[in-house]
């Protein structure tokens, strides 16, 4: 298990136990935290599950993805350096701790 | 090498796994299929069919795994029975479909960006103002044949402007479709009389995915934009047109029948949706989940590899009962009521993974037009005669659909 905290956009923190290999995305739907949509379930068609990573762990989640760019650009909310979509990063044994930061709006 | 059956390699009945002596694409099977789902995912995670020397599985999670593992269960070979490795199929495979990474990202990344939600919002308010024009056309009938008159009136009016098709054979762009999905079935009569309309119908679809034939502003000028820009070739641009035409027409056509089905049957889920346009799109999300437009497309074992935990050899067709999943208690806990506020994230109708269905924004955003212009003016919508379903060998799909419209 590794622990993902969610903070959204007022501030407020969820901190759940994710599996290595789920994604950011499934990890928050399974959990019932709130702030990520997930419209297309994963297959990077949408950008309703737009989050931010913590700058100190982006390092471990890597670079997007491809395609990742194109899709983010239909996002609401304001896309910056650490936009990711979040069914895209998937998480890892060394992801134990891991803050995502959730936009204001996804649809 | 033994011959082939079904066009792809024979499995010997792998012992362990349990055995089930039937027909999938028995046409009662597929004009009614929810006990044939049950029995499937009663019986295990995954089951040999001796019939046709497959793999079948249903259950959510096995369903799911297996048909988004892209690296063990390829659709380079197929998404129907026929192995493609080793039979050569009835028409070039899609550059999209039946491919796999790193080829399919190249040309997804075209169509993903030819489909986004940005290009779909752009697409809206032609979507809305063309549902306004036929939803009163039907309203003026008062009784209608809901697959004709708005199932298939609908897509036909605004997908091929949109795609910017200058001009329109009606029958042929619905038709494509349903040729193309019974194809990927066994040598039944289905797929007999899909293959006999072939030739007229894929002659027509070809020569409409030529550059001259769209307009230049439309999605299939992006993709051939792509071209121009050397992410593809031209050749693969028109490809990829063709990818608009067989997905985009039936499927949606079959999106809206159902929709219009479950309405008729779930008169109060109609009344809680004219009360709360908001969930217009969950709507449409459950409506997908309970009636699972595309019912089975298979994948092929590209080395040797397991689904949970059974052995499956290299070659073995599996095919993914997107239908069964979609009705699996275990997932859904009541899945066979059909209920608007569900919001059924994860549901399989879209597939899943790197081969999730490409057009799903626009799907959504058809259906968002046209089911919110029919809840602000139509009370109650209400059956006027027996739903007939039209058997398929992927493709849940109605034939007819008697109704009467009640308007405010």
Same mark, same amino acid.
């Given at each position: 298990?590794?622990?993902?905290?969610?903070?959204?956009?007022?501030?407020?923190?969820?901190?759940?136990?994710?599996?290595?290999?789920?994604?950011?995305?499934?990890?928050?739907?399974?959990?019932?935290?709130?702030?990520?949509?997930?419209?297309?379930?994963?297959?990077?068609?949408?950008?309703?599950?737009?989050?931010?990573?913590?700058?100190?762990?982006?390092?471990?989640?890597?670079?997007?993805?491809?395609?990742?760019?194109?899709?983010?650009?239909?996002?609401?909310?304001?896309?910056?350096?650490?936009?990711?979509?979040?069914?895209?990063?998937?998480?890892?044994?060394?992801?134990?701790?891991?803050?995502?930061?959730?936009?204001?709006?996804?649809? | 090498?033994?011959?082939?059956?079904?066009?792809?390699?024979?499995?010997?009945?792998?012992?362990?796994?349990?055995?089930?002596?039937?027909?999938?694409?028995?046409?009662?099977?597929?004009?009614?299929?929810?006990?044939?789902?049950?029995?499937?995912?009663?019986?295990?995670?995954?089951?040999?069919?001796?019939?046709?020397?497959?793999?079948?599985?249903?259950?959510?999670?096995?369903?799911?795994?297996?048909?988004?593992?892209?690296?063990?269960?390829?659709?380079?070979?197929?998404?129907?029975?026929?192995?493609?490795?080793?039979?050569?199929?009835?028409?070039?495979?899609?550059?999209?479909?039946?491919?796999?990474?790193?080829?399919?990202?190249?040309?997804?990344?075209?169509?993903?960006?030819?489909?986004?939600?940005?290009?779909?919002?752009?697409?809206?308010?032609?979507?809305?103002?063309?549902?306004?024009? =036929? !939803?009163?056309?039907?309203?003026?009938?008062?009784?209608?044949?809901?697959? #004709?008159?708005? @199932?298939? +009136?609908?897509? /036909? *009016?605004?997908?091929?402007?949109?795609?910017?098709?200058?001009?329109?054979?009606?029958?042929?762009?619905?038709?494509?479709?349903? =040729? !193309?999905?019974?194809?990927?079935?066994?040598?039944?009569?289905?797929?007999? #009389?899909?293959? @006999?309309? +072939?030739?007229? /119908? *894929?002659?027509?679809?070809?020569?409409?995915?030529?550059?001259?034939?769209?307009?230049?502003?439309?999605?299939?000028?992006?993709?051939?934009?792509?071209?121009?820009?050397?992410?593809?070739?031209?050749?693969?641009? #028109?490809?990829?047109?063709?990818?608009?035409?067989? *997905?985009?027409?039936?499927?949606?056509?079959?999106?809206?029948?159902?929709?219009?089905?479950?309405?008729?049957?779930?008169?109060?889920?109609?009344?809680?949706?004219?009360?709360?346009?908001?969930?217009?799109?969950? #709507?449409?999300?459950?409506?997908?989940?309970?009636?699972?437009?595309?019912?089975?497309?298979?994948?092929?074992?590209?080395?040797?590899?397991?689904?949970?935990?059974?052995?499956?050899?290299?070659?073995?067709?599996?095919?993914?009962?997107?239908?069964?999943?979609?009705?699996?208690?275990?997932?859904?806990?009541?899945?066979?009521?059909?209920?608007?506020?569900?919001?059924?994230?994860?549901?399989?109708?879209?597939?899943?993974?790197?081969?999730?269905?490409?057009?799903?924004?626009?799907?959504?955003?058809?259906?968002?037009?046209?089911?919110?212009?029919?809840?602000?003016?139509?009370?109650?919508?209400?059956?006027?005669?027996?739903?007939?379903?039209?058997?398929?060998?992927?493709?849940?799909?109605?034939?007819?659909?008697?109704?009467?419209?009640?308007?405010?």
């Amino acid at each position: 298990m590794v622990k993902v905290t969610y903070v959204q956009a007022d501030g407020s923190e969820t901190t759940v136990d994710g599996t290595p290999g789920d994604s950011v995305m499934a990890t928050a739907l399974a959990n019932d935290v709130p702030g990520i949509v997930g419209e297309c379930g994963g297959s990077m068609m949408c950008a309703t599950c737009h989050c931010h990573i913590d700058p100190a762990w982006a390092d471990k989640t890597g670079p997007r993805m491809d395609g990742e760019d194109d899709m983010l650009d239909c996002a609401v909310s304001e896309v910056t350096e650490t936009s990711r979509l979040s069914c895209q990063v998937k998480l890892t044994p060394d992801m134990d701790g891991l803050r995502v930061i959730l936009p204001e709006e996804q649809i | 090498m033994s011959a082939l059956i079904e066009g792809h390699r024979p499995v010997a009945d792998p012992g362990a796994i349990p055995t089930w002596d039937t027909d999938p694409y028995d046409p009662a099977v597929l004009a009614d299929p929810h006990s044939w789902w049950a029995d499937l995912r009663s019986r295990g995670d995954v089951v040999y069919i001796p019939r046709y020397e497959v793999l079948a599985v249903g259950r959510y999670d096995a369903t799911r795994t297996t048909f988004s593992d892209h690296d063990n269960f390829v659709s380079s070979r197929g998404i129907g029975l026929n192995d493609f490795k080793l039979e050569t199929p009835w028409r070039p495979p899609s550059i999209i479909l039946e491919v796999d990474p790193p080829d399919h990202t190249r040309t997804r990344k075209v169509m993903s960006r030819a489909l986004s939600p940005k290009v779909v919002k752009g697409l809206m308010d032609g979507f809305r103002a063309t549902a306004e024009r =036929i !939803v009163d056309a039907v309203i003026a009938k008062g009784r209608i044949e809901a697959v #004709a008159d708005l @199932a298939e +009136a609908f897509p /036909v *009016a605004v997908f091929p402007g949109a795609v910017g098709m200058t001009d329109v054979h009606p029958r042929h762009i619905v038709d494509y479709g349903s =040729i !193309v999905f019974n194809a990927v079935g066994p040598d039944n009569a289905l797929r007999r #009389a899909a293959m @006999a309309r +072939a030739p007229e /119908v *894929a002659a027509w679809i070809n020569a409409a995915c030529a550059r001259e034939r769209l307009t230049d502003d439309g999605l299939g000028a992006l993709v051939y934009g792509a071209a121009d820009a050397g992410e593809i070739t031209e050749a693969e641009a #028109a490809m990829l047109v063709r990818s608009f035409l067989s *997905a985009g027409v039936d499927t949606t056509v079959t999106g809206i029948g159902n929709a219009l089905w479950c309405f008729a049957q779930n008169p109060g889920q109609w009344q809680a949706l004219r009360e709360d346009r908001s969930l217009v799109r969950p #709507a449409f999300e459950e409506v997908l989940r309970h009636t699972s437009p595309v019912h089975t497309f298979a994948r092929t074992a590209n080395v040797d590899t397991a689904i949970a935990g059974h052995p499956v050899a290299e070659g073995t067709k599996v095919i993914c009962c997107l239908g069964a999943a979609n009705h699996d208690p275990a997932k859904w806990g009541d899945p066979d009521r059909f209920r608007i506020d569900r919001r059924p994230v994860g549901h399989m109708a879209f597939g899943a993974g790197i081969h999730g269905c490409v057009g799903q924004n626009i799907a959504r955003g058809e259906l968002d037009a046209l089911l919110t212009v029919m809840a602000e003016r139509i009370a109650r919508i209400e059956p006027a005669g027996d739903a007939v379903w039209r058997p398929n060998n992927a493709i849940h799909s109605l034939d007819r659909l008697p109704l009467t419209l009640i308007p405010n």
